[in-house]
């Protein structure tokens, strides 16, 4: 059993059952900066890490290369459920340019359509995403090239 401490709580030092609990914290304190420092992001970031833990954020989720089209997929469809459970605006905003973004990608990166979406509402959304200036750069590029992958598989 570990040592205790003053207050009945094992002492995280001499925890025999190894980092379990540290790093579960850890991941926790993570979470609640995350939401303090941007409420709207902290969702998306969450389903994100579900999906591919070691993911900086979604951005950067969506845009690796490493990321195949089956986490793509699994990707879209958490942000398509954000896109109406999101417990605020920015927060549903934020996840319906992910859903394009993740859509836009396996267009790009693996030259798959993962969405039954009519390739005018695509459009659009791509052009949306790529003129929005709170997205990131790397984000608002894939739009016109999704545009281009996307008359190419016509």
Same mark, same amino acid.
């Given at each position: 059993m570990p040592e205790m401490t003053t207050h009945d709580f094992p002492d995280p030092q001499n925890d025999p059952s190894g980092s379990h609990a540290a790093q579960s914290l850890g991941d926790t304190? /993570?979470?609640?900066?995350?939401? =303090?420092?941007? #409420?709207? @992001?902290?969702?998306?970031?969450?389903?994100?890490?579900? @999906?591919?833990?070691?993911a900086k954020d979604p951005f950067d989720a969506i845009i690796a290369a490493s990321t195949t089209q089956h986490q793509l997929e699994d990707l879209k469809n958490a942000?398509?459920? +954000?896109?109406?459970?999101?417990?605020?605006?920015p927060e549903r905003s934020l996840a319906a340019r992910l859903y394009a973004a993740t859509i836009a990608a396996a267009l790009v990166r693996h030259g798959a359509m993962i969405s039954r979406q009519n390739p005018f509402t695509l459009?659009?959304?791509?052009?949306?995403?790529?003129? =929005?200036? =709170?997205? #990131?750069? /790397? @984000?608002?590029?894939?739009? #016109? +090239?999704? @545009? =281009?992958?996307m008359a190419r598989i016509k």
């Open positions: 304190l /993570r979470w609640a900066f995350e939401l =303090d420092s941007s #409420p709207a @992001i902290a969702g998306a970031a969450f389903l994100t890490r579900e @999906i591919i833990p070691a942000y398509k459920m +954000l896109r109406t459970t999101g417990a605020t605006a459009a659009k959304a791509f052009e949306e995403m790529s003129a =929005d200036p =709170d997205m #990131p750069e /790397r @984000i608002r590029e894939l739009g #016109p +090239l999704a @545009i =281009d992958a």
